[in-house]
């Protein structure tokens, strides 16, 4: 975090990045000492409510970040900077979002946690859109004009108002990863057989890691036989996935798979009452298989640098996460973020995945969204073969199927219970 008394002395000269969390109301003139080099701006956590006029003369500015301030409107102005691509105003109390406030070159828009209820047609005017982030805001209808996005490949719409799911999204070839839970039109499950799990019968210990929407913790579980579990505290109501109770019921609902992390049950009488899940505490031999996109790489995941895998590695991760994914969908729920970044793999190529956060209960009537989180495994499949070293032959029939489950038209994609098959025999041969 930058300070704007090292902004002021001129010691920030030529960066590309600036970072300013210090109670700010007002815009600092300053900033625009670094109009020839400056490409991101993190101005989250202020008191801000309005951006000056002159913004554009940050020539070169390609993201800005403002959450957690007091906007009650998108700025205007934002619609004027020439490069801006990325632009996140999360938990702010945005009520208006107008046309021009749109940049042309605009891929990641994210407006999670505000008060939005009317989005502009023109929004399906920015055709380099990728992803689209909405959860938490009173959303009726998603500008029909969308259709037109035919670049986008996320899109968060999960606790709006609503009432179905519009049709033209699945006519998005490139649409992968679909979060929806929290909406009037979304099944509420009946609930699962879960113990009830109190507060006072855990004991916390480390952490183990964080995420967007909570911290996990390991812990023990005072029972007639004390048992090590992990467990998940939720930062909030919402998360930039959706609703932290939809995780839970989604996760609680999908019970026991060899290939899932699952949960045991939701945590009750937390003493601030926030939300907690108790999930099974994993091998520590167990490694995430990526890391989350970075701003550039925007919906790719990012890999360690150089990293390879054996063809039986590969064919391993890729059937785990089509039986994980067929389970989910036998029992109509779509996982939503099915990422090399929410899979956990040991040396012994065992995979697992976990991470509800995007989860969603579906109707059959909406069976097609299956077809959608396919295009996430073609995606998945791309990133592994990619880093890949074998037998042409396998490598070849892995093409050929990642290709199938990336087809621009949805129904004739593979469903996982084929795509599983196709993956066993080719671990076979």
């Not at 815009?27 to 951006?51: H, V």
């Not at 021009?100 to 828009?109: D, G, H, K, M």
């Not at 916390?204 to 390991?218: C, D, H, M, P, T």
């Not at 199927?401 to 599983?420: D, G, T, Y």
């Amino acid at each position: 975090m930058h300070t704007l008394s090292q902004l002021r002395s001129g010691t920030l000269k030529g960066i590309k990045r600036l970072d300013l969390s210090c109670g700010l109301s007002t815009f600092p003139e300053e900033i625009f000492s670094l109009a020839d080099s400056l490409e991101i701006l993190n101005l989250s956590g202020n008191a801000l409510s309005s951006l000056p006029d002159d913004l554009p003369r940050l020539k070169r500015l390609k993201v800005i970040f403002c959450s957690d301030n007091q906007f009650d409107h998108l700025p205007e102005v934002l619609g004027r900077c020439s490069r801006l691509s990325m632009v996140g105003f999360k938990a702010n109390q945005i009520q208006t979002v107008s046309a021009a406030a749109l940049p042309s070159e605009l891929r990641w828009l994210i407006l999670t946690d505000n008060q939005i209820s009317h989005l502009p047609d023109e929004l399906g005017h920015c055709h380099a859109l990728q992803k689209l982030m909405l959860a938490g805001n009173q959303l009726q209808a998603l500008p029909e004009t969308l259709a037109a996005c035919q670049n986008l490949e996320l899109i968060r719409i999960s606790a709006n108002q609503l009432f179905a799911l519009p049709d033209w999204l699945f006519s998005l070839p490139k649409l992968a990863w679909l979060a929806f839970a929290g909406n009037p039109f979304c099944p509420t499950p009946i609930a699962q057989h879960a113990p009830a799990i109190h507060w006072q019968d855990l004991e916390v210990a480390e952490q183990l890691g964080e995420g967007a929407s909570g911290v996990i913790y390991k812990a023990l579980w005072q029972q007639e036989q004390p048992r090590a579990v992990a467990l998940k505290v939720f930062k909030g109501a919402l998360t930039s996935d959706g609703l932290p109770q939809s995780e839970m019921a989604a996760c609680i609902a999908a019970g026991e798979h060899p290939c899932l992390i699952g949960a045991i049950g939701k945590v009750d009488h937390h003493p601030d009452q926030t939300h907690a899940l108790l999930m099974p505490l994993i091998d520590q031999g167990f490694m995430n298989l990526a890391g989350p996109p970075s701003l550039d790489s925007c919906t790719r995941d990012i890999y360690v640098q150089n990293q390879r895998f054996s063809l039986h590695t590969i064919l391993n991760i890729a059937t785990h996460m089509a039986a994980a994914a067929e389970h989910l969908h036998a029992a109509q729920i779509l996982h939503g973020d099915l990422y090399a970044h929410n899979i956990l793999l040991n040396t012994e190529g065992k995979a697992l995945l976990g991470d509800f956060g995007a989860a969603s209960f579906y109707e059959p009537k909406y069976a097609l969204l299956q077809n959608i989180e396919v295009r996430a495994f073609a995606c998945l499949l791309e990133e592994l073969i990619s880093r890949t070293d074998g037998s042409s032959i396998i490598l070849d029939r892995l093409i050929s199927l990642k290709v199938s489950c990336a087809q621009n038209h949805l129904p004739e994609r593979p469903l996982f219970s084929v795509i599983k098959q196709q993956l066993m025999a080719i671990h076979s041969h």
